[in-house]
Structure formats: C-alpha cells, structure tokens
C-alpha cells in the first residue's frame, strides 16, 4: 500500500496551510497505520517543512515521526526535489544538520544520510546556489552534498534512468513541467512525478509546479486513477501556475478524480465553493490519502 499525506497545500506565500509538501508512505503489507512504513519519502521539502512536520507528528498514525518533542529526521528515508524554489528546498538545511549532529554518532563521526532525488542539474544547482552557503564547512574541513545525503541522480532524457522505485513495487518516474521558461518550454528543470504499481497497473499523477499543460500530460491524467494538480486561484496574464479557470476546462472525468493543491489562503472565501462539485476537491493538509492499494 503506498500513500499520500500533504505536509501542507498551500502556494509559496501562503499563511494558513504551509507550504505544498507530500509524505509518501509505502507498506508491504497493509493497513496498518500504527506500524512504522517500510519505505517514506518527501516530495519537497519547503521553507514551512520542519513546522508542518513537527505538526503532523503529533497525529494519531504518524507518531514514528516524532523522537521525543523532536522530529525524527531518521524516519525520512528519502527526498525527492521537484525544482528549486524555496518552498520547495527551504527545509534541507535543517533536515541536513540534524542528521549530521543531532541523530549522527558523535563518537565515530557517522552522520545519518537519507537518499536525495532529482534530475543530475537540479541536484547541482541546489549545493551551487541554495545548500553551499550553509552546509559547505563542517568541523575541520569542507563539505559537499554528499556529506549530507546518498545521491540519486536522474535522467529525465533516458528511459530507465528517470525512475526509482519503493518496495520494487512502485515506479516513480519524473516528467518536465512548464513551470517556468527562461527562453523555451522546459528549459528550467522542473518535475513531477508519475507513479505506478507494478502490481495492479494502478497510477498516481502529481504535477509538481506547472502552467497548465494538458496536452502533454493528457495520457497519463487519463490513466491515473488519482491525480494532484497544483493550481493558481486568482487569473493573471502571465502565470507560472496552472490557472483554476483554466482547470475548470479539463475533460470532466479528469476533473472528478482531481485533487488541487498550492492553492492560496482565499480558498474558502466563497467564489471556489462550487470546488468539490466540479473537481474531487481541494488537497486537506495531514489527511492521508490511500493512493496505492
């Protein structure tokens, strides 16, 4: 069973409901939610991060997130970075260090590594320009990313190399998005994920951050069986964000199993209330999504 739990739905600036990040659990066997998943992901890992972690562990079913009044980093078995902005990447710092001091065995040295994932470019840029003003010097000597997490690094361009599994069961696979353009489609690497069971052919669609996009992710929209759209509720000429006016296009069978997600804190102020009759809803921060059976 593999599941999906918002650390937060809201957009980058968002006030009320953190920022959109996603704890993937994954269980050979199931349900089971008072039992320890065998395999956990974060897709992102933003600026509100740590707040909305240490939030959700305090919920019945996600106890093994916390270590005292301390969030488990530990149980964080990997992360997957979509892009780069700081809603997205603002929490590694903390999550670094405190596996590096905190949960690393001081005797010897040994730090605690998760696994981080993206595509070979995104991964540089991010100790270039984002993790190497804060994480480069440790006690002695330098650092690079590697004295922080095991790296996985992807190839969106080659079949077979842009994936990586949980359990050998579920496939992950990454896909550009036009989040935004610097001179052409795609050129600024950005991603979401596909996911798949091996077992029943059943598929999870989640966008990451795009523009609307339809055309180039129709297919697989079409065969998910639950997709998580990222979307923008007010209209602007030039967005980086999928527009909900432009959404409320999509086929309707597409829209009724479409979660929205990123979504501002006037989402509740009244002219998105007809949401849940024209889509499956707005993405509920900590509620855990059963995706994968």
């Given amino acids: 069973m593999l599941t999906m739990t ?16 996603v704890l993937v659990e994954a269980w050979e066997k199931g349900p089971d939610y008072q039992a320890v998943p065998d395999d956990t992901l974060l897709i992102d890992y933003g600026t509100t991060g740590p707040q909305a972690l240490y939030a959700l562990m305090r919920k019945p079913g996600f106890e093994y997130l916390a270590r005292g009044n301390t969030i488990n980093y530990p149980a964080i078995h ?13 929490g590694l710092e903390e999550m670094a260090m405190m596996n590096a001091y905190h949960y690393g065995d001081r005797k010897n040295g040994k730090r605690h590594k998760p696994q981080i994932i993206s595509s070979l470019s995104i991964l540089m840029n991010l100790w270039d320009h984002s993790l190497k003003g804060g994480l480069s010097v440790m006690a002695g000597r330098y650092a690079l990313l590697q004295d922080y997490f095991f790296i996985l690094a992807l190839n969106p361009a080659e079949p077979g190399k842009d994936r990586f599994t949980m359990l050998k069961r579920y496939h992950l696979r990454l896909f550009p998005t036009d989040h935004i353009h610097i001179e052409r489609k795609y050129d600024w690497p950005s991603y979401g994920l596909f996911i798949e069971d091996a077992q029943t052919q059943q598929a999870v669609f989640f966008t990451g951050d795009t523009r609307f996009d339809y055309p180039a992710y129709s297919r697989m929209m079409e065969q998910a069986h639950i997709c998580f759209h990222d979307t923008q509720l007010f209209d602007e000429p030039n967005p980086v964000h999928a527009l909900i006016s432009e959404l409320r296009t999509l086929p309707e069978s597409i ?23 024209q889509f499956a809803g707005f993405a509920v921060p900590g509620q855990r999504y059963r995706v994968l059976e």
């Fill in 6 to 21: 918002f650390l937060g739905v809201g957009s980058a600036f968002a006030k009320r409901n953190f920022q959109s990040n």
């Fill in 255 to 277: 829209r009724r199993k479409t979660y929205l997600y990123h979504y501002g804190d006037d989402w509740d102020s009244g002219p998105y209330d007809d949401v849940s009759e």
């Fill in 78 to 90: 990997r992360v997957f970075i979509t892009h780069q902005h700081a809603d997205h990447i603002g």
